[in-house]
């Protein structure tokens, strides 16, 4: 008998293997399609690979402004997908890598739970002191009439299609749906963008999504808000998407349609309801050492629901390999989780937004600070968006919010700030260099007391 078995070869469920493996346990993972899982093969280097050629195309388009002049550009898809390719090829043979070299035995095949110890795999029954799920998730398909229609795409297949559709219409204004928003946007589709919500990535601070919402008009993308799809009809060689909203019905056409409305477990054929194994929603249940109501299987990442994100997956293995290595593993603190919308402009958050800190009662102080006032942004020609940082009556930072130029790699200072409950008074006085982008992160602490230094108080 194995000391563990790990179902699943994404960010989870690889991270897990490792990191048992590091305590000198046997371990054994299994995966049913392509190791990296949804994060590498489908999900998030796909379209960071898309967004950096969009970025790219965006810079090029805009070259007057660095007194460059460029004609006949032209964006080949096929030749960008080549590339994305390549690039989930290279890390993926790393990721294969990685765990040879760790000494972790890799089954290709579906695994399904026999009992608590035993798993089938191609046949053939393994037995594991500890099973760890890590299975992932999957797109909801939401029951609209003609959504089977071959021309109606999941985020699974529309990374790998060759022409950039001329009209695509994307249901759903979440993250996925928005990324793909601005990257077919920028490659020159027209882009349709429905939500049945009031608000685009409605679980942000108000404040960034609707700043998100003026960005996204701006760019052309024709957003459609608490607007709820009824029917997708096919019309020739094209689609016809038929909505209800604010305005009354309405009609749009599309020879693509991306279905980016949210994601579901993936725990088909697992045997969980042979088990017993508790879910809700179709997401496993665990306790706070991840362990399910079955003892010795745990489950980690998307599979037990949100956040869906891979660092995430792949902390939750850490802590569960720890464990069951009988070490203490991380306690993650979910209120210092990061969130990055690789959108234009990005975004980037940790922590409490308003909405969150006045439902939880806190008497929170805010500081902003706009990009139109940061001198890195002007010479980068990308002033849109905000600095604001959220914190408590006694000066403890809870939330940093930004959106703008490289929000991703800003966030990090605000991640160390929250999660270690950073109060103002420590933090001023820290430097930071100039000409920087984190200069706007320094001064919207400052503008929490009123103390920023390059913000006219007139036109706060
Ligand atoms: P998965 O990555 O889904 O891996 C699960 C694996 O288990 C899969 O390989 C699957 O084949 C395998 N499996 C399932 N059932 C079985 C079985 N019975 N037997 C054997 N193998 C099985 N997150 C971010 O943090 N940043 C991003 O920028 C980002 N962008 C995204 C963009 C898109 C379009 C999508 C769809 C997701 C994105 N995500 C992003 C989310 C991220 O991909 C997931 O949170 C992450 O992959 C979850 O990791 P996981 O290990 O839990 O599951």
């Known amino acids: 008998m194995i000391d563990l078995l790990v179902i699943g070869g994404g960010p989870g469920g690889y991270v897990a293997a490792i990191r048992a493996s590091q305590f000198g346990l046997e371990v054994i993972l299994v995966e049913k399609d392509n190791l990296g899982g949804t994060c590498l093969n489908r999900g998030c280097i796909p379209t960071k690979a898309y967004f950096q050629n969009a970025k790219a195309l965006r810079t090029m388009q805009n070259s007057q402004e660095f007194s460059i002049s460029l004609d006949n550009l032209r964006f080949d898809m096929a030749a960008a997908k080549r590339r994305k390719d390549k690039i989930v090829a290279n890390l993926a043979t790393g990721v294969k890598r990685l765990l ?94 429905i939500e049945s919500m009031p608000l685009v990535l409605n679980y942000l601070d108000t404040e960034l999504s609707k700043r998100m919402a003026i960005f996204l008009k701006r760019q052309g993308i024709d957003l459609h808000t608490s607007t709820l799809v009824e029917e997708i009809i096919a019309a020739g060689e094209n689609l016809i998407v038929k909505a209800a909203g604010k305005k009354g019905d309405m009609e749009v056409s599309a020879d693509i349609v991306l279905v980016a409305s949210g994601r579901s477990a993936q725990t088909d054929n697992l045997g969980l309801d042979r088990l017993g194994i508790k879910t ?64 234009f402009p990005e975004i980037a958050v940790v922590g409490m937004g308003e909405e969150e800190a006045k439902a939880k009662g806190i008497n929170y102080q805010v500081g902003k600070y706009p990009f139109s006032a940061n001198g890195k942004a002007m010479t980068m020609g990308e002033t849109d968006g905000m600095v604001k940082v959220l914190a408590d009556e006694n000066g403890f930072i809870i939330g940093v919010h930004i959106i703008g130029p490289h929000a991703s790699d800003l966030i990090l200072e605000g991640i160390v700030l929250v999660k270690n409950r950073l109060n103002t008074k420590e933090i001023k006085g820290t430097i930071h260099p100039h000409p920087t982008l984190g200069e706007a992160i320094a001064e919207a602490i400052l503008d929490i007391d009123n103390q920023a230094i390059h913000l006219n108080p007139k036109t706060k």
């Open 100 to 193: 040879h070299s760790n000494k972790i035995k890799v089954i290709s095949g579906e695994a399904r739970l026999v009992d608590a110890k035993t798993v089938l795999v191609n046949g053939e029954e393994v037995q594991a002191k500890n099973i760890i799920i890590a299975s992932g998730s999957k797109p909801t398909l939401l029951p609209i009439k003609g959504i089977e229609s071959d021309k109606v795409l999941t985020s699974d297949e529309i990374n790998d299609i060759t022409t950039v559709p001329e009209k695509l219409v994307i249901i759903g204004a979440g993250v996925i749906g928005l990324e793909y928003a601005n990257i077919f946007n920028t490659f020159g589709s027209r882009v349709t963008l």
């Open 280 to 343: 809700e929603n179709g997401f496993i249940q665990v306790n706070e050492n991840y362990e399910t109501n079955l003892k010795n299987i745990y489950a980690i990442g998307d599979v037990i629901g949100d956040p869906m994100l891979a660092h995430v997956a792949s902390e939750e293995g850490i802590a569960v390999a720890e464990r069951i290595a009988g070490h203490s593993g991380p306690n993650i603190n979910y209120n210092a989780v990061p969130s990055c919308i690789f959108t």
